[in-house]
């Protein structure tokens, strides 16, 4: 039997056909919906898989070309991100014969496929291998700035992350590193091409440049929604993260950022002279900024794409303050007022300090004066 999939996200599309040619059936994919009308027509399948919202052209017209301009019975299944009602209805009212709603586990689609195909030979199975893979309703982009983690690095949890979470893209950013952390990296990419990407800088440029370099790259990737950056040490559970996810898609906010704030029912925890040394900074942030952010120094950040190339085009005028020029940016480009109702902190159920953090209690007094450097070029 022959599945034509469509859908302007690879990472959706790589996925989705890996599982159903698992499964036996023969399957074209169309990453927009003028080369899926070109398919439907040459390839004559046997079932049609459509994503709602894509540029162009969007899935209710190719809906509307194979039911009304070419008069064809061949099945339709959407399968969409799309919650809203009168769309499912118009979808229904032009002949769509199942209505699946993203984020929807790949064995899911697998059984609705069976059922309207009327498949009795091929078996789902309900395995390990496949019964948590998600596939998410936006893509996103997550930059790991890496620098010496040949030690730390978790590539198990990073990389059952990337398998479970259909939708993800992991660049992991070397950062000039003389440990053998690149080799780790390639390792941790091997077989996951379509997930795990590495992104190499020949020398050590700094956190700050390392992750710019890999917000600039992924931003170049028309498939991804949104793009962050997360820790390598993974200090911030992908829980968290995740939910940070959660929260940019459902509103209307620029910048989702995490907050290590200590509070009921959280895991926070941080060396003491670490804590003091934090609080300190962060009055000192606070005054330049003219914002009331709690945590502005967070390793966990999600962003919509669009302000991407405006937040990161420009080279970073210090190597680990790079959060604080971030909203600084924001704050000039939007102006204070608005601002403030473009970026969110919210609290982080777990956060915890990782041995062998590159930022020493030296570095933490050094900060001091990055700080001032800060305040001097973008108040002047």
């Known amino acids: 039997m022959k599945i034509l999939a469509i859908d302007d996200q690879q990472l959706i599309l790589l996925s989705l056909e890996k599982r159903l040619l698992e499964l036996g059936y023969e399957i074209k994919t169309a990453d927009n919906g003028q080369k899926g009308k070109e398919l439907f027509k040459s390839f004559q ?66 059984a609705r496929v069976k059922r309207i195909l009327g498949d009795n030979k091929t078996s789902v199975k309900n395995t390990k291998e496949t019964s948590d893979r998600m596939l998410q309703e936006y893509c996103v982009g997550v930059v790991i700035p890496c ?16 398998h479970r979470n259909l939708g993800y893209h992991l660049c992991f950013v070397n950062d000039g590193s003389t440990d053998n952390t690149l080799e780790v990296l390639e390792g941790l990419r091997k077989g996951n091409e379509d997930t795990i990407s590495v992104y190499n800088c020949e020398k050590n440029g700094g956190k700050a440049e390392a992750v710019r370099q890999g917000m600039l790259h992924l931003s170049k990737d028309p498939q991804l929604d949104y793009i962050g950056y997360l820790d390598a040490d993974l200090s911030t559970d992908f829980r968290d993260f995740n939910d940070l996810v959660k929260t940019l898609q459902t509103s209307d906010f620029k910048i989702v950022s995490g907050s290590r704030m200590s509070r009921m029912g959280a895991n926070i925890t941080k060396e003491s002279a670490r804590k003091i040394i934090s609080m300190t900074i962060n009055l000192i942030i606070r005054a330049i900024l003219r914002m009331p952010f709690n945590d502005t120094q967070c390793g ?55 041995d062998g953090s590159k930022l020493s209690m030296k570095d933490s007094i050094k900060i001091v004066g990055q700080l001032a450097k800060i305040a001097f070029h973008y108040n002047t």
Request: hydrophobic share 40%; aromatic share 8%; proline share 4%.
């Open 45 to 110: 399948p046997d079932l049609v898989i459509v994503d709602i919202n894509m540029p162009g052209m969007s899935g209710l017209e190719v809906v509307k070309h194979i039911r009304v301009e070419q008069g064809s019975k061949t099945p339709i299944m959407v399968m969409s991100g799309n919650t809203n009602e009168d769309v499912i209805m118009d979808g229904f009212d032009l002949g769509i014969d199942d209505y699946m709603k993203k984020p929807v586990s790949l064995n899911e689609v697998s």
């Open 147 to 162: 620098y010496n983690e040949e030690e730390r690095l978790s590539g198990e949890e990073f990389r059952n992350f990337a």
């Open 300 to 354: 966990a950040k999600i962003m919509d794409k669009d302000i991407v190339e405006n937040m990161f085009s420009k080279k970073f005028i210090t190597r680990w303050l790079f959060d604080v020029e971030i909203f600084i940016r924001m704050r000039k480009h939007y102006g204070r007022k608005k601002v403030q109702s473009l970026i969110c902190e919210q609290p982080l159920k777990r956060w915890i300090h990782a």
